[in-house]
């Protein structure tokens, strides 16, 4: 079953904040968050696991609540280069598969 | 560049007509996704193999695509009697290590328009 992700979309201005969130209806083993600029390749930027395990990029960080099957993306002080939609990815065991089932997306457009 | 690589980046076909893909993953990943993609969603799980065993296929996979991985190198994506609803991006993406730890590489996608 598909994450939902709020909001849908966000507008920022260079240097503000953002908070990306990432629900499920299902227990999670593992959240995953990619970044897509038009046009381009989804882009890895981090994975938090169950347990509390983080691993990804120095300048975003995200949280994940596995009471809620819930995760969190935010990004502070934003650049020009956050620009892009961002897909948070699950991983859930119960499922039978072990391969991601991604949100259809957050858009974010930072503007000078 | 040693990234993924998918061809052809563009398809347009006629509805009724097979199409294939391409996907050649990082050299030593073991691991191939094809997901895809319409506008305004995110990546829909398609099919999966380590090395040259398909290990997982969507539900929701109909009958007329099919994937192979001959050689546990490239790999190859098929639809057969293409439909308006194939309409998509049609995404590969390699990895190395378990999908629980471990970070997808994705091609820039082969593009299926299907009139």
């Known amino acids: 079953q598909q994450p939902v992700q709020s909001p849908q979309a966000v507008i920022l201005r260079e240097g503000e904040d953002a908070v990306i969130n990432c629900s499920s209806s299902?227990?999670?083993?593992?959240v995953h968050w990619y970044r897509q600029k038009h046009g381009e390749a989804p882009v890895f930027l981090m994975i938090?696991?169950?347990?509390?395990e983080q691993k990804g990029h120095e300048k975003i960080s995200a949280s994940f609540n596995e009471k809620k099957q819930q995760s969190s993306l935010y990004l502070t002080a934003s650049q020009l280069s956050y620009s892009g939609t961002y897909f948070c990815?699950?991983?859930?065991?119960?499922?039978?598969?072990?391969?991601?089932?991604f949100g259809k997306g957050t858009m974010l457009l930072v503007s000078p | 560049d040693t990234g993924v690589s998918q061809n052809p980046r563009h398809k347009i076909t006629k509805r009724g007509q097979n199409v294939t893909f391409r996907c050649d993953p990082i050299?030593?990943?073991?691991?191939l996704y094809w997901y895809r993609q319409t506008l305004g969603q995110g990546p829909e799980f398609l099919t999966y193999?380590?090395?040259?065993?398909?290990?997982?296929k969507s539900r929701l996979l109909s009958d007329r695509f099919s994937a192979e991985r001959p050689k546990g190198s490239f790999s190859t994506l098929e639809i057969q009697r293409t439909e308006q609803g194939d309409s998509a991006m049609y995404l590969c993406?390699?990895?190395?290590?378990?999908?629980?730890?471990?970070?997808?590489?994705f091609g820039e996608g082969s593009r299926l328009t299907v009139l």
């Open positions: 993406a390699s990895s190395l290590d378990s999908t629980e730890t471990g970070e997808l590489f």
């Open positions: 299902k227990a999670l083993y593992s």
């Open positions: 938090l696991l169950k347990g509390g």
């Open positions: 990815g699950t991983l859930d065991l119960n499922s039978g598969y072990s391969t991601l089932t």
């Open positions: 050299s030593e990943h073991n691991r």
């Open positions: 193999f380590q090395n040259e065993a398909q290990l997982e």
